[in-house]
């Protein structure tokens, strides 16, 4: 099977998913070749970061990568046009940007496609499906794994951009799986939100932005949450 994935928002947390499906499948594709699939995944990133520190902000290329050692083919996105987008609330524009995408994917002969972003999610649950090809979707992905954990966890924490924790489509899946959602208040969504842009998607974050992120972490402790779906990309 060939899985086309929709990324590069941003490319580290993007490239963390490729990691994980590399390592994933090591044992059966060999040492030999997973190492290879690594060094295209850390070349990726490094072009990346060298595109941001040429053009700035939340930048990113777009181009398409191809990983043929785990049969992958990804479809990498400006971030910065994507998260204007989402900022200024046109989704219709991110909607048609995310199905070009998935649109050249299709030429690859894909048999099912991943969005490795969770905002984008809001929009895309049925993509995969007007495009005949199989979607994964990391909302119901992750509500499943919720559920499948033998301690018994029914109420989560979620951290992410403020639209990935206040559109509610996270929420709503969850609670098909009879699951409850806390998020942080405002200010705390800002704050996070803002950490994303300004440190995580560039591979970076501090120790003061590490603690408050624990301290809000230790809040949803105390609303009940066992466990923290940690959505740290846009």
């Known amino acids: 099977f060939r899985s086309g994935i929709i990324g590069g928002m941003g490319p580290g947390s993007t490239a963390d998913y490729l990691y994980f499906i590399i390592n994933e499948l090591e044992e059966e594709i060999g040492r030999k070749d997973a190492n290879k699939a690594r060094k295209t995944v850390a070349d990726y990133v490094q072009d990346c970061k060298n595109y941001n520190e040429k053009h700035g902000d939340s930048s990113s290329p777009e181009l398409i990568l191809e990983i043929p050692q785990i049969s992958t083919t990804l479809k990498s996105l400006n971030l910065e046009t994507?998260?204007?987008?989402?900022?200024?609330?046109?989704?219709?524009?991110?909607?048609?940007?995310?199905?070009?995408?998935?649109?050249?994917?299709?030429?690859?002969?894909?048999?099912?496609?991943?969005?490795a972003c969770n905002t984008t999610h809001y929009v895309t649950d049925k993509l995969g499906v007007d495009l005949g090809v199989d979607f994964i979707s990391l909302t119901e992905e992750t509500a499943k794994k919720i559920n499948e954990d033998e301690d018994d966890i029914w109420c989560v924490g979620l951290l992410g951009t403020k639209s990935t924790m206040e559109l509610g489509f996270f929420q709503d899946t969850f609670k098909k799986g009879y699951?409850?959602?806390?998020?942080?208040?405002?200010?705390?969504?800002?704050?996070?939100?803002?950490?994303?842009?300004?440190?995580?998607?560039?591979?970076?974050?501090n120790q003061d932005t590490k603690k408050r992120f624990k301290t809000i972490i230790s809040e949803f402790e105390d609303q009940g949450a066992k466990g923290v779906d940690r959505k740290s990309v846009v």
Request: proline share 2%.
């Open 82 to 115: 994507i998260a204007s987008l989402i900022e200024k609330g046109n989704w219709d524009c991110v909607t048609k940007m995310l199905k070009s995408g998935t649109g050249d994917l299709m030429k690859y002969n894909i048999d099912f496609l991943a969005m």
């Open 179 to 205: 699951i409850t959602t806390v998020i942080p208040d405002a200010a705390q969504r800002v704050y996070v939100h803002d950490k994303i842009f300004e440190e995580l998607i560039h591979g970076k974050i």
